[in-house]
């Protein structure tokens, strides 16, 4: 009696430790998983020896268990397909009797779930893309060839241009959209620079389609790709001949071209250069030049009461004087190279540059070139002169005697009859 108390007991004790720790795992649901993946991981061996023995054992009770397991399977996909069909069968039903509520419905959640819908778009056209892009071409070129559809366009063009010219303001009233105008805008440019550097014709106006584009490309590439034959060689030499030809006239338009500007630089400078110090010296000795002379004396001697030295005022009038005539005598110049252009003495000198080399000329305009600035070191000559004016100026007594005339030195320009002089 007492061993089968104890073995009561024993087994009393044992249901509550059971019982303790099924309410432990139920309770601590979490750390029993992390027990037994530690367990697992650390006899990983140990388990894996187990299992394939007891699969090795218990053959047919495994294989008939993944049957029966594989059957389940089965009939929750077949149960979950059924269910489906039925439940969008039954949509289908209540949205042909409910369309107003669909449409509202539909609209709702568009509305709270719209980067969802943009999403979805954008997904769509992605796996679509070629498919999309070629209905639009076809859909494109049907509209092209249909008067009816090409009319409407236009009309709707012709009716919407404030609505048009405002989207595109819009458009580029954005910032992402001016620097997406104004890249389009550069990058056109550049090809169209690099197309007349090469001499190449401008791009024509008319904007490709897509279809003409790809008719493009196939035309191309069956050029490009056609055999070379006998025949086709002697099409290539003929061109190449043809546009060495075409290269060779260009060159010798641009020679001309250039040797007719040269031409006219050097009538224009040599001019100039001949008939600024008669100029000059006219207007010292106007009354124009008296108040020239005046002006240097009152600012080199506001320069001296700053501080500063003062100015050469010989120098500084005769250059001021030569600034004053600079326009009136490129005025003589430029008539009288229209002169010389009309001329039929023009023709000889452009047969006459053709014979110089691209040093010689720059040689001469060098030659000019300082002989410009000669001009400018000349004012002693005229230091005398210019005295005179500045004592006639101090004497308060008016006198109205014209001023002494100038010989026109042999090779200048014309004097004006208006003044008796040079036009200034």
């Known amino acids: 009696?007492?061993?089968?108390?104890?073995?009561?007991?024993?087994?009393?004790?044992?249901?509550r430790s059971r019982e303790t720790q099924r309410r432990w795992e139920l309770e601590n649901p979490d750390r029993v998983r992390e027990s037994h993946r530690r367990w697992r991981e650390a006899n990983a061996e140990h388990v894996r020896a187990y299992v394939n023995e007891y699969n090795t054992r218990n053959r047919a009770h495994v294989n008939e268990r993944e049957r029966l397991a594989a059957q389940r399977r089965r009939d929750a996909a077949k149960k979950t397909a059924e269910r489906r069909q039925k439940d969008r069968q039954r949509a289908r039903e209540w949205a042909a009797a409910n369309p107003e509520r669909l449409k509202e419905r539909r609209d709702r959640w568009q509305a709270s779930n719209r980067d969802k819908v943009l999403k979805a778009g954008r997904d769509y056209y992605q796996r679509h893309k070629e498919e999309i892009l070629r209905k639009q071409r076809e859909r494109a070129a049907t509209g092209r060839k249909n008067p009816v559809k090409v009319q409407a366009q236009q009309e709707y063009v012709a009716r919407n241009k404030d609505r048009i010219l405002a989207q595109q303001r819009a458009r580029r009233s954005t910032p992402e959209g001016r620097a997406a105008v104004n890249r389009d805008n550069r990058e056109r440019k550049r090809r169209e620079r690099r197309r007349q550097e090469l001499g190449l014709p401008p791009r024509p106006r008319h904007r490709w389609t897509k279809n003409e584009r790809a008719e493009h490309v196939e035309q191309s590439s069956a050029f490009f790709t056609r055999p070379v034959t006998v025949f086709r060689m002697r099409e290539l030499r003929r061109e190449a001949q043809d546009i060495a030809a075409a290269v060779a006239a260009r060159e010798r338009r641009e020679q001309d071209q250039f040797e007719a500007r040269w031409q006219l630089i050097e009538i224009e400078i040599d001019m100039i250069t001949r008939a600024l110090p008669h100029h000059a010296d006219r207007i010292l000795?106007?009354?124009?030049?008296?108040?020239?002379?005046?002006?240097?004396?009152?600012?080199?001697?506001?320069?001296?009461?700053?501080?500063?030295?003062?100015?050469?005022?010989?120098?500084?009038?005769?250059?001021?004087?030569?600034?004053?005539?600079?326009?009136?005598?490129?005025q003589e110049a430029r008539l009288r190279v229209r002169q010389v252009l009309d001329s039929p003495a023009r023709h000889a000198s452009s047969q006459h540059l053709k014979g110089e080399q691209s040093s010689?000329?720059?040689?001469?305009?060098?030659?000019?070139?300082a002989s410009l600035q000669s001009t400018s070191d000349g004012a002693e000559q005229f230091a005398q002169n210019a005295k005179t004016v500045q004592s006639s100026s101090v004497d308060r007594t008016p006198q109205k005697s014209r001023p002494p005339q100038i010989e026109q030195q042999e090779g200048l320009p014309s004097a004006s009859p208006r003044r008796g002089g040079p036009h200034l």
């Open 285 to 330: 000795q106007l009354p124009r030049g008296e108040r020239l002379r005046e002006e240097v004396t009152l600012d080199s001697i506001a320069r001296q009461t700053r501080g500063g030295s003062p100015i050469d005022i010989d120098a500084e009038t005769r250059r001021r004087a030569v600034g004053l005539a600079i326009p009136s005598v490129r």
């Open 1 to 15: 009696m007492a061993d089968e108390g104890e073995a009561a007991a024993r087994a009393a004790r044992r249901a």
């Open 360 to 369: 010689e000329i720059t040689a001469r305009i060098d030659r000019v070139n």
